[in-house]
């Protein structure tokens, strides 16, 4: 039985459209079938607060997803518990959607909380918490489309190895010390003025060979 917190006000609102999306999803119907028909809430009348976010999240869902995967790399959307997965759904629909109300982010968490209190598990308030935490940390909403890369545990080993024999090559390190001695030498004959070299030459007597292009 849900918490009598969560049986009032907005919270109610929240808590009802929570239960819509829920329906909608398990049903494999879209919000508009589910608030058409048979629906089932804990507590009606159905509030037109939670008509709004259900309608909201259905037609922002894929840029919600998209920031909720973009901040919970390591615990899939799908493995999400449904209620935890569309109370997320819902809070960043009211944070970054709904512009009827500015609401503060604080109100907004804080409530997603008390009705994952109520609907979900042991662990959901925390996992909510967190997981909106990371959403309101950037003044924008996170989005796959603006992380560099993904990549696999191997991916990612691969790539250390990689950059750890870069550092100790052999053959890169022994280069570089000999063009560091080349440069050495340059300037020494320089300062001993066994070259007759103009003061513009010495751009092009000290140039990096590590930096020229090919062929220079």
């Given at each position: 039985m849900a918490s009598l917190k969560v049986n009032r006000g907005r919270t109610l609102a929240r808590s009802q459209a929570l239960q819509i999306l829920f329906q909608s999803e398990m049903r494999k119907v879209s919000v508009e079938d589910v608030l058409a028909g048979d629906y089932t809430l804990s507590k009606g009348p159905l509030a037109p607060y939670a008509i709004e976010i259900a309608r909201g999240v259905s037609a922002n869902r894929d840029r919600i997803d998209s920031a909720l995967r973009a901040v919970s790399a390591n615990w899939t959307l799908e493995r999400m518990p449904g209620a935890d997965r569309n109370l997320l759904r819902a809070a960043v629909y009211e944070l970054y959607f709904q512009v009827a109300d500015t609401l503060d982010a604080a109100v907004v968490i804080n409530e997603a909380v008390e009705i994952a209190k109520a609907y979900g598990t042991d662990e959901s308030a925390g996992f909510v918490n967190g997981v909106l935490g990371r959403i309101v940390r950037d003044r924008h909403l996170p989005s796959l489309q603006h992380v560099a890369c993904t990549i696999t545990a191997e991916d990612a080993e691969a790539a250390c190895l990689a950059a750890l024999w870069f550092e100790i090559d052999p053959?890169?390190?022994?280069?570089?010390?000999?063009?560091?001695?080349?440069?050495?030498?340059?300037?020494?004959?320089?300062?001993?003025?066994?070259?007759?070299?103009?003061?513009?030459?010495?751009?092009?007597?000290?140039?990096?060979?590590?930096?020229?292009?090919?062929g220079e």
């Open positions: 053959m890169r390190l022994a280069a570089e010390e000999e063009a560091a001695r080349a440069a050495e030498e340059a300037r020494a004959r320089f300062e001993a003025d066994d070259y007759g070299f103009a003061e513009d030459d010495l751009d092009h007597i000290f140039n990096d060979p590590f930096d020229a292009e090919a």
